[in-house]
C-alpha cells in the first residue's frame, strides 16, 4: 500500500463561536469544541486514507484557556501515527480575540480513527512517511500512547475481575481509605 507524506495529512478547519455554544459561565461549551475537534479528525483521516473514518477513541483532552463567545476558533490536524487500520489524528485548537489580535493555544487532542471499506469494515490505511525529526518523534509517541492504551485497558479489566471478587468490607473500605484499598484490592 503506498504512503502519504505528514505534511499531506495538515487539515484545517475554522469557525466563531457564538452565543450558542455558550456555558452557563459564559465561556465556550468544552462539548462544541471537542465536535469540532472530531470533526476536524473525520476530515483529516479521511483526506489521508481516503476512505470513511469513523472515532474510535478520544485520548485525554485538557483545556488550558477558556474560548470565550466570539472568539474564532481554528483546528489544526494532522496524522501522526497509523496502525493496519487505524490512525492518529493530533488537533491543535487556537482561539483568537480578532479585535485584540490575541490568539492562545487553547488544546491538544489526540483522537484515534478507523478506516471503513464500502461494506462498513476495518480497512487497511496508508503508510505514514515521516519527513522530518519531529514526524518520527510523534510517529513513536503515538506508537507509545497507543501500548499504553492498551495496557490501561487490561489493567482495569483486572482491577474490575477483582473488584466484583472482593468482599463488601474491601469494597466499603474504598470509601474511608481509597488509597489503601486501591492497593489492597489492585494487587
Known amino acids: ?10 487539515t484545517r478547519m475554522a469557525q466563531f463561536m457564538t452565543p450558542n455554544d455558550a456555558n452557563f459561565l459564559g ?16 476530515a483529516t483521516a479521511q483526506k489521508f486514507s481516503g476512505r470513511m473514518c469513523v ?17 474564532y476558533v481554528e483546528m489544526e490536524g494532522s ?46 490505511v496508508p503508510r505514514l512517511i515521516c519527513e522530518t525529526r519531529e514526524d518520527r518523534i510523534a510517529f513513536i509517541e503515538g506508537l507509545a500512547r497507543r501500548h499504553l492504551r492498551q495496557g490501561r485497558a487490561a489493567q482495569m479489566a483486572d482491577l474490575h475481575k477483582r473488584l466484583l471478587a472482593a468482599s463488601d468490607e474491601e469494597l466499603d473500605l474504598c470509601a474511608s481509605d481509597p488509597e489503601a484499598a486501591l492497593k489492597h484490592i489492585g494487587g
Open 79 to 124: 496524522v501522526t501515527y497509523v496502525g493496519r487500520t487505524s490512525l492518529e489524528v493530533t488537533i491543535d485548537v487556537y482561539a483568537t480575540d480578532l479585535t485584540k489580535g490575541d490568539k492562545r493555544h487553547t488544546n491538544t487532542a489526540r483522537v484515534t480513527m478507523v478506516a471503513l471499506d464500502d461494506d462498513g469494515q476495518p480497512t487497511e
Open 1 to 10: 500500500m503506498n504512503g502519504k507524506r505528514t505534511s499531506e495529512t495538515l
Open 27 to 42: 465561556h465556550v461549551f468544552g462539548g462544541s469544541i471537542l465536535a469540532m475537534v472530531d470533526l476536524t479528525a473525520s
Open 55 to 71: 472515532t474510535a477513541s478520544f485520548d485525554r483532552v485538557d483545556f488550558l484557556h477558556p474560548v470565550e463567545v466570539g472568539n
